[in-house]
């Protein structure tokens, strides 16, 4: 199970961070990503790690949004630190795992949140 939290309703400029926990996670090999989907759009990949060490960003949020893990007794706590957002991050937010492979993208995803929103107003 992926549970979110941390979506909020924030002015344009201002910073916050979502994250999702995944209890007794045991996989060798995995993904995380972030996915975004605005209103009347498609959902798209902004962020995701792997436990190799890599990280990718959409260049929409690089250098504004950090991605970060933490695994603490078993349970990994995938987090985004959104800094600097725009009007045009207002979204639902959702992160997911493949838990097989060091690949993400949204056909390899093995689990899904529910989704947590982010509205940001100018």
């Known amino acids: 199970e992926v549970l979110e939290s941390g979506g909020a309703s924030v002015q344009s400029g201002e910073s916050l961070t979502i994250s999702c926990t995944m209890y007794e996670f045991t996989a060798a090999k995995y993904c995380l990503a972030w996915f975004r989907q605005a209103p009347g759009q498609g959902r798209e990949e902004i962020v995701d790690?792997?436990?190799?060490?890599?990280?990718?960003?959409r260049s929409s949020v690089k250098g504004r949004f950090t991605a970060s893990q933490k695994d603490v007794g078993g349970s990994l706590t995938f987090s985004l630190q959104m800094n600097a957002v725009k009007p045009e991050d207002t979204a639902t937010y959702f992160c997911a795992v493949n838990v097989e492979t060091y690949f993400c993208g949204a056909t390899n995803m093995d689990y899904w949140g529910q989704g947590t929103q982010v509205t940001v107003s100018s």
């Open positions: 790690l792997d436990n190799n060490e890599e990280t990718w960003y």
